[in-house]
């Protein structure tokens, strides 16, 4: 049976580990897997500062192409690794830190 939707997860990631996203040199999101990952879900990262605790303004819009789910090569049952491709990125150049909402299922996603 082929899946005809998809999930829109929200998730925040810390600036080294988002840069290397930015820039492309990495490639998948390791994540405890809280939320049931699935082929064709998309990520919306957004770059989070832990020490300020607060968001950047820099987004990436992801989509993931592949998940491999814990319990093999001795990946915790509680983990999984998703091979991702971005789809966009946002850097609104704006001042102060901002806090993002989810978008409703109706609204489309900020461009």
Known sequence: MSRTSYTVHHLKSWPEYFEAQWD???QFELRHNDRGYEV????LIHEWTPGVCTFTRRVLHLSVNHVLHGGVFDLPGHICVMSTVVLD???VDDDGPFHPEEPRPETELPL
């Open 24 to 26: 492309g040199s990495k």
């Open 40 to 43: 064709g879900d998309e990520l």
């Open 89 to 91: 990125r946002w850097d």
